[in-house]
């Protein structure tokens, strides 16, 4: 018997098992990249996972496996949670792609949910949030509160999600604060505290009163509130621990409304393989509170801009805008598509950087 | 009172005993550790040891033991001939990402050929890329007398970089929509290390791992050369009376355990992992170090090692998801291991002995 074969045995039979016991529980698993207590991307993951549990009580049983490496580990994994009887994974980092759509093919009665990516099959939908939309509002609050007029960005990996939001803030900051300026480190990480803090120190030294962070720690708040006068903005948690100074906002990711949604619709039977990118406007990405350290006007124009962009009335990628090599890209009054966007490997005119390569 | 006594010669039965004692000192200590944290500790220990072996599940987790095992047994194995004559090679991590790259490099070049040349193609690189690695090392020991332990592990993180560096440039699949990470060699026939046998977990690098232990059998108990790593380690002056060439064996030494790390990096991008990405690289080489003293520097024994350590991997997971125990108390079992049986170690060369009381005014 071959293994695919001996899989789908045991997927069968647990499918079975589990729709005999789907009366009762639902079984939810979810692969994390970090630790628990990141206080960042994975912490609001299992904030996710929590609200699961507390939405549907006893109907549901979750479990979860923190700090599980990219690659050949994260298949066993996620094979493991399947074969122990999960009727839902959700992977929850991009470095699960290739993983996520293997062992989705040896369970086809299982349903994956793959955060980030681009790779679906029909039992392995795709979600992402449109975090460039709190990157406008980042970049609008930067763009008025820098007095040094340097705004400094600490970046992860150079790929698309990372250079929108780059952009996205950028363009924000340059439409009120003509002089702005950014200047960027490639911290070449997700999770590092040493990294972020030298970043961060890096970035001060260099003028910078304005940090912006694509990182999960909190390292950056710490060494800005330590250089005193610098501003920060919460990354993927609110890091509320840090206002009003020097964390002035942050971008929050919500998952719980989408992690319950898609339990319920496993519960339902309706679960289908989509796509699905969600910005303010559902709910997928929150602004925390701007705090007394950004004064009123500035905090009003910033939820106004929030607001524009929740309704859809606005778009963070709206034209004339022009490529950092001086070509044409968007006309005026025309706005980006999905497609340019989720691919984005180009930085926007004005930004004076390289994308690493 | 008790007081120690050194023994003329390291005690034959603890060497083989220590390891046991060592293994069961862990397993105590980590119960308690897991009691601490509020969950069963036998229904964790089992979890552990028992399940990936004989459990419901044991039939994926048994192949799984080998994928897992063998780059640390290959890895060890190369280790474990340096540290028997003193040369400490602490890079393999790097040598491992090295040998990564060449290999894939190899494959990816090809891609989309199909041959069969470009597999055997792709073990010879990856094994030159891990020895190439692993002479930077040995080279300028050499001509400066540099340390060769911050050497090696200083070029781990020069190969960190390098491997964020081509998995987000070079080496990155032109059809990733700009995301980081190769073409997945799984998906490409001619550069996939695939299982032998369906199902089994017997891939190349498992069959390499296991000619490679019986190659440093013999090497070592057959062999001038193995004699004479043997003696530099426990005699270095007698050794250059003999007429051993120290030069010779730091190259010799830190190039095999260079080539060999390189190997499990080949077969593990070209197999398990499938691609060239950021985060390609879990720490085998490092915890190959532990393998290798584990199993007491014999081929054997680091076998065994390895399948030990690969057991409390595949285990420690489980018990996470399962037990929900938190990823940092697995780490700290498996460190429980290292430092229990190097604490154990005293009893291979010293004795305890009760202290007589002596007349003291």
């Known amino acids: ?357 | 009172m008790l007081k120690l006594e050194k023994r003329p010669q390291p005690s034959q039965v603890w060497t083989y005993l220590t390891p046991l004692l060592a293994v069961m000192i862990t397993m105590i200590a980590g119960g308690a550790l897991f009691a601490a944290l509020g969950k069963d500790p036998v229904a964790a220990i089992t979890t552990i040891f028992w399940e990936p072996l004989f459990g419901e599940f044991a039939f994926y987790y048994r192949p799984q033991l080998l994928i897992k095992g063998a780059p640390l047994v290959l890895i060890a194995i190369g280790l474990s001939l340096g540290f028997r004559a003193g040369i400490w090679n602490i890079g393999a991590e790097g040598q491992y990402i090295i040998g990564a790259l060449a290999g894939a490099g190899v494959g990816l070049a090809f891609y989309p050929t199909e041959s069969w040349v470009i597999f055997p193609l792709m073990v010879l690189a990856g094994a030159l890329g891990g020895w190439i690695w692993a002479m930077i090392p040995a080279i300028l020991k050499l001509r400066f007398g540099t340390n060769e332990i911050l050497v090696s592990l200083m070029l781990v993180y020069v190969a960190e970089k390098l491997l964020a560096a081509m998995a987000l440039g070079l080496m990155k699949n032109p059809e990733g929509m700009g995301f980081p990470g190769s073409r997945n060699l799984r998906q490409y026939e001619s550069a996939h290390n695939a299982e032998l046998i369906t199902g089994s977990g017997m891939h190349w690098g498992v069959v390499a791992a296991m000619i490679a232990v019986i190659f440093a059998y013999v090497l070592l108990n057959r062999h001038i050369l193995g004699y004479h790593i043997r003696l530099t380690g426990q005699a270095p002056r007698a050794a250059r009376f003999a007429g051993v060439n120290p030069a010779r064996l730091v190259l010799f030494c830190l190039g095999t355990s260079g080539a060999l790390a390189g190997l499990a990096g080949m077969f593990e991008v070209a197999g398990p992992a499938g691609q060239v990405s950021i985060d390609f690289n879990v720490g085998y080489g490092f915890t190959a170090i532990i393998v290798a003293f584990l199993g007491r520097l014999h081929p054997v024994g680091i076998l065994l090692a390895g399948l030990l350590m690969a057991l409390t991997y595949i285990g420690g997971e489980l018990a996470q998801s399962n037990l929900g125990l938190p990823a940092a108390a697995i780490q700290l079992f498996q460190g429980m291991l290292l430092f229990f049986l190097l604490a154990v170690d005293v009893l291979t060369n010293y004795r305890i002995r009760p202290r007589r009381a002596e007349g003291v005014a």
């Open chain 1, 1 to 357: 018997m071959t293994l695919t074969k001996l899989f789908a045995t045991a997927a069968l039979a647990l499918g079975l098992a589990s729709t005999a016991m789907a009366q009762d529980k639902t079984k939810v698993g979810f692969i994390y990249v970090g630790p628990i207590g990141d206080g960042g991307w994975t912490y609001e993951h299992n904030k996710g996972r929590l609200a699961v549990e507390e939405h549907f009580g006893d109907k549901v049983e979750t479990v979860y496996q923190e700090s599980v490496p990219e690659g050949a580990d994260a298949e066993r994994a996620i094979t493991q949670m399947a074969l122990q009887g999960a009727d839902l994974i959700f992977t929850t980092s991009f470095g699960y792609m290739e993983p996520t759509l293997a062992v989705a093919g040896k369970f086809p009665n299982v349903k994956f949910e793959h955060a980030t990516g681009f790779k679906t099959a029909p039992n392995l939908s795709t979600y992402s949030a449109r975090f460039y939309e709190g990157r406008a509002v980042q970049g609008h609050i930067a763009g008025k509160m820098t007095k040094s007029n340097i705004v400094g960005y600490i970046a992860s990996f150079p790929i698309p999600e990372v250079i929108r939001g780059i952009n996205s803030a950028y363009i924000h900051a340059k439409k009120v604060n003509p002089d702005v300026e950014f200047k960027i480190i490639w911290a070449y990480t997700w999770f590092d505290p040493a990294k972020e803090a030298d970043a961060a120190t890096a970035l001060i030294e260099q003028g910078a009163d304005v940090i912006l962070q694509h990182t999960d720690s909190t390292a950056p708040q710490a060494a800005a509130e330590k250089a005193g006068n610098v501003i920060t903005f919460g990354q993927a948690s609110d890091m509320g621990e840090y206002a009003p100074m020097p964390r002035v906002s942050s971008i929050i990711d919500n998952w719980a409304p989408y992690y319950i949604a898609r339990t319920q619709a496993v519960m339902d039977g309706t679960w289908e393989s989509v796509q699905t990118w969600d910005g303010i406007g559902p709910g997928m990405v929150g602004i925390g509170e701007i705090s007394s350290a950004v004064p009123e006007d500035i905090k009003a124009e910033a939820l106004a801009l929030k607001d524009a962009i929740a309704t859809g009335s606005y778009h963070p990628f709206t034209g004339p805008l022009k490529k950092q090599d001086g070509s044409d890209w968007l006309a005026t009054g025309e706005t980006a598509d999905d497609g340019t966007l989720l691919g984005m490997n180009f930085y926007v005119e004005g930004i004076d950087s390289e994308i690493p390569n």
